[in-house]
């Protein structure tokens, strides 16, 4: 056993990304992943001064946010590709094509024209992953996960309404249902809980491991 609790394992990606809506769990399992297959977690820098502002509706916020949101994550990712990090195993957070679910659903499309023309000229730099693990889970599973979060008194997130994170959760579904760029692992997370059980993420490993082309949907045994 490796530091008394587990061993860690290897797999054949380099690059893997966690995806999924908000408060289904991506950064926490991105965090796991990596400690235990020996890697790297890239985690997004949430900060986004704008992002009050979109909630509250502030004419022109949405633009705003999108375009902080879409800079930082191509200065992240084109940074992986610089740093040579793929030499082992770096788990992500997000996956850059997503930033487009959130386009389409907040902007105009005046905005739209503006963000496509600037999206397109940044995707060029970045890395697509070898593996993509997309999250889900029913909007009222996500509405109560986030209602549990312990609230941060040094940073004040605000908090999507139940309407957004439905419409969000469904262009979600959407997007994964379509999406075929890289090997797509599809995990169903209602009863979900590696944080509280090495055989939940044991499993999942095992599932990654056997990934091949295409796309794997993987519904955890609760029993």
Do not use: W
Not at 4 to 9: C, E, L, P, S
Not at 158 to 163: A, E, F, I, V
């Amino acid at each position: 056993m490796s530091g008394g609790r587990y061993t860690r394992a290897a797999v054949s990606f380099h690059y893997i990304a966690v995806e999924g809506p908000i408060g289904v769990g991506k950064s926490r399992l991105a965090r796991q992943l990596a400690a235990r297959l020996g890697g790297t977690t890239l985690l997004e820098e949430a900060e986004n001064p704008f992002l009050a502002d979109f909630y509250n509706d502030r004419p022109g916020a949405a633009l705003q946010a999108q375009l902080f949101y879409l800079l930082n994550r191509h200065r992240q990712l084109s940074a992986l590709r610089q740093a040579d990090l793929f030499s082992g195993t770096t788990v992500c957070d997000y996956l850059f094509d997503r930033d487009k679910i959130f386009a389409y659903l907040n902007l105009d499309d005046n905005e739209l024209f503006i963000y496509q023309r600037l999206y397109d000229l940044l995707a060029r730099d970045v890395p697509a992953p070898d593996l993509v693990i997309c999250l889900q889970a029913p909007t009222d599973v996500l509405l109560e996960r986030i209602r549990s979060q312990p609230a941060d008194p040094e940073r004040e997130v605000p908090r999507p309404s139940p309407d957004y994170l439905r419409e969000l959760n469904e262009a979600y579904q959407h997007f994964f249902f379509h999406y075929t760029a890289t090997p797509l692992l599809v995990v169903e997370t209602s009863q979900f809980e590696p944080d509280q059980s090495d055989a939940a993420l044991d499993d999942l490993i095992r599932q990654v491991r056997a990934m091949g082309r295409g796309t794997q949907y993987y519904v955890p045994r609760t029993g």
